[in-house]
């Protein structure tokens, strides 16, 4: 009685693909940046594309080896149950990367909100001090201004006393003094805002010719 030979099974050598995920994945361990993990997804759904078709391509063989009898249908299998698990692997590891790149991305998000919210803290101190000069100078404006009237109604009296002496070579008239000094436009303060244009545009009023401190004139 003859002895029935099996014919030897065909030992699962490792599939480049898969050997390219495994290795992928410590380099997946060692990311922290979602820009990194956007990268990878990429990279990996590009490995699981060729894959897919490598094993398109093997059970296309494996149709060959069994009804055509062209090829090695154990070592064709072999092939196929190794795509397979690097499928199984890449699948994973795309799966793990957009979890930990979504993670990554809303830490990042975070910290951002962190260091803009510490800018603008920066620049509300800077505005409170600027608004703060900005009062100063108005209130320091109005003090000067209650400071004009007076002196004011002392010139207008005292030039009246002069001419009426004949001497009015010797008066003085104070909205000249006043066009002096404010002679010359102010220069553009470079606002953009409409509301700061139109305030700034009040100002500059202040200093010209027909302004209102020009039709100030002693009650």
Do not use: W
């Amino acid at each position: 009685m003859k002895t029935q030979q099996h014919q030897p099974v065909a030992e699962s050598k490792p599939d480049p693909i898969e050997i390219q995920a495994i290795l992928f994945g410590s380099q997946l361990s060692a990311m922290r940046k979602s820009a990194e993990f956007a990268a990878a997804v990429d990279d990996l759904t590009g490995k699981l594309t060729q894959a897919q078709q490598r094993r398109a391509d093997l059970l296309v063989q494996e149709e060959a080896a069994l009804f055509a009898h062209d090829g090695d249908v154990l070592s064709i299998r072999a092939e196929l149950k190794a795509c397979d698990e690097a499928i199984e692997i890449i699948t994973k590891q795309i799966e793990g990367a957009r979890r930990r790149g979504g993670d990554a991305e809303k830490a990042e998000q975070a910290n951002e909100a962190e260091r803009v919210g510490e800018d603008l803290k920066v620049h509300a101190q800077t505005l409170r001090a600027v608004y703060a000069r900005l009062h100063k100078g108005i209130e320091d404006a109005r003090a000067a201004l209650a400071e004009t009237e007076p002196v004011e109604q002392l010139i207008r009296a005292k030039s009246a006393r002069v001419e009426a002496l004949g001497r009015r070579d010797l008066a003085v008239n104070e909205l000249a003094i006043r066009g002096e000094v404010f002679a010359g436009k102010g220069s553009s303060a470079g606002l953009t805002g409409a509301a700061a244009r139109a305030a700034d545009r009040l100002l500059l009023s202040m200093l010209s010719p027909g302004g209102p401190l020009f039709r100030l004139r002693g009650d």
